[in-house]
């Protein structure tokens, strides 16, 4: 399979606690997006990645969360002292710079379930 | 990015057309429009765009009209694996990175 991947699928956690998830994106993506899903709404963009430079972050993206792209291949989502505010789905999307017929396009993955008690 | 009106939800037969209208009455002459679906549970999953010519794809069609301030996805043959929210969007091809700005969608439910 060589679309985007997504780890854990799901996650169940504590508030107060720190969570960590992982997007793999199609290979040849210099792009990467992350994005935030509650029930019954649209995803909502968090932030955005061009190979490994963060270049658009939203004001939903408080200081609890980071995200990273250390090598501009995978990224992790971090949320620290998560809230229950906090459940939703994380989704992370992946897009080519380069031109052709699916210039731009983003593919999604699974996403991650996050769920605070 | 421009915003997108649509109409939250949808019946529609199996086997026949489903058509799922789009408002963007604010869109700019260099954004695309797109939609995409998500089936329960999963991603979004694209299907379609265009700038301001009809197109057609192996899944749909999309009609824009003349004005491109409304445009129609149409799923010719609706299947019950159709039923999905589909999303509408529009987007410039080279700003903001490609990032998209999602409404709530139409959730479409196709009756057998």
């Known amino acids: 399979d060589t679309g985007v991947s997504q780890d854990p699928r799901h996650k169940i956690t504590k508030r107060g606690q720190n969570v960590t998830f992982r997007c793999d994106p199609i290979?040849?993506?210099?792009?990467l997006y992350w994005y935030r899903q509650t029930l019954g709404q649209g995803p909502e963009f968090l932030t955005y990645?061009?190979?490994?430079?963060?270049?658009?972050k939203s004001r939903l993206l408080s200081d609890r969360f980071s995200a990273e792209r250390p090598k501009g291949s995978f990224s992790t989502l971090e949320i620290q002292r998560t809230e229950q505010g906090d459940s939703a789905m994380y989704l992370c999307?992946?897009?080519?710079?380069?031109?052709?017929?699916?210039?731009?396009?983003?593919?999604f993955g699974p996403g991650t379930r996050l769920t605070v008690l | 990015d421009a915003k997108t009106t649509q109409p939250p939800s949808m019946d529609c037969a199996e086997g026949r057309a489903a058509n799922l209208p789009c408002n963007h009455s604010t869109i700019s002459g260099n954004e695309y429009v797109y939609w995409y679906r998500q089936i329960h549970s999963q991603g979004p999953q694209y299907i379609i765009h265009?700038?301001?010519n009809n197109e057609t794809n192996e899944m749909a069609s999309l009609i824009i009209t003349e004005d491109r301030k409304s445009s129609t996805l149409i799923l010719p043959h609706a299947t019950l694996r159709d039923t999905a929210v589909y999303y509408c969007i529009v987007r410039a091809l080279n700003t903001n990175a490609g990032k998209s700005t999602f409404g709530d969608g139409t959730t479409l439910t196709v009756k057998p």
């Open positions: 290979s040849e993506h210099n792009r």
């Open positions: 265009g700038l301001k």
């Open positions: 999307a992946s897009s080519s710079a380069a031109g052709g017929p699916f210039h731009n396009e983003q593919f």
């Open positions: 990645f061009q190979n490994e430079a963060q270049l658009e």
